[in-house]
């Protein structure tokens, strides 16, 4: 199967732009997050407000880096962006489309269609080869087994994995699995990538690494990196910077 058979495959071609300028991917306007507050106020209030009127947008082709320190709310927008999660208050749209007004089923569609996740700490299946790890979001979209084979051997060998393609996760390095999670996030040609703390399981060297890879493929898209590292934001266009969940730098 070609790239632009999978493409459509994956559902990209339906919230294409015809706008060749300047494309808003990913846009938060007003987000506020409240976690634990299920609606009933107790009296020993355990809610924690995550995100306080967050606003900032991603254009197609632009790598934002979200800064701050640990708690200040970077993973909270990662799994809103992600449709993860719904705010309790505000609108973030992905190409377009709000996520807090649809369904469930509706996030989880345009998550898997249109978002590749890379995590922290990977988050492989530890039973599953490297080309099955990377296969697994096109068994969700329905994709036929010798083109999600073929697919994922070809991401494997973009990301340098070529002569791993058969190995587990436990018999691989840091950097490699992170490779591998990276071929993952790519393999429905998501139009939006989110990184969170890709770098912050791996020593300098092989973070450098991983992440010029991440903005290599990851150019043409939106990437959304969070990392409270500098030398990984300094792969941003712009740096969103947080404190206690609030914008306190956009970056512009
Ligand atoms: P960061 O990724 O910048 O470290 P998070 O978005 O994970 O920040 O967390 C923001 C705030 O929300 C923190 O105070 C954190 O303790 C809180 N928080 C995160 N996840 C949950 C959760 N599932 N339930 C309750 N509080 C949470
Ligand atoms: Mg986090």
Do not use: W
Not at 15 to 33: P, Q, W, Y
Not at 45 to 50: E, K, L, Q
Not at 75 to 81: D, E, P, R
Not at 119 to 125: K, S, V
């Amino acid at each position: 199967m070609s790239n632009n058979a999978l493409r459509e495959t994956a559902g990209r071609d339906e919230h294409a732009s015809t706008d060749a300028e300047s494309t808003t991917a990913v846009r938060l306007a007003g987000v506020t997050h409240e976690y634990g507050s299920g609606g009933r106020r107790s009296s020993d209030d355990r809610t924690v407000t995550a995100l306080r009127d967050v606003t900032f947008d991603v254009q197609t082709g632009e790598i934002v880096g979200l800064e701050g320190p640990s708690g200040s709310g970077k993973s909270t927008i990662l799994h809103a962006v992600s449709g993860l999660l719904v705010p309790s208050e505000g609108s973030v749209e992905l190409l377009g489309t709000d996520l807090t007004n649809g369904s469930e089923r509706e996030r989880t569609r345009l998550r898997r269609n249109h978002v590749g996740i890379v995590f922290q700490r990977f988050h492989l299946l530890p039973s599953l080869s490297a080309r099955a790890n990377v296969a697994l979001p096109l068994v969700q979209a329905g994709v036929d087994r010798s083109t999600r084979r073929n697919r994922a051997e070809s991401l494997l060998e973009q990301v340098g994995l070529g002569d791993r393609i058969d190995h587990l996760p436990g018999e691989l390095s840091g950097g490699e699995r992170q490779r591998v999670a990276i071929a993952r996030a790519l393999v429905t040609d998501p139009d939006v990538i989110v990184a969170d703390e890709p770098t912050g399981e791996l020593d300098t060297a092989t973070g450098a690494d991983v992440l010029g890879l991440l903005t290599d493929i990851g150019r043409d898209r939106a990437l959304l990196v969070a990392s409270h590292d500098h030398s990984t934001l300094g792969v941003a266009d712009r740096v969103v910077t947080l404190r206690d969940g609030r914008v306190v730098d956009r970056g512009e």
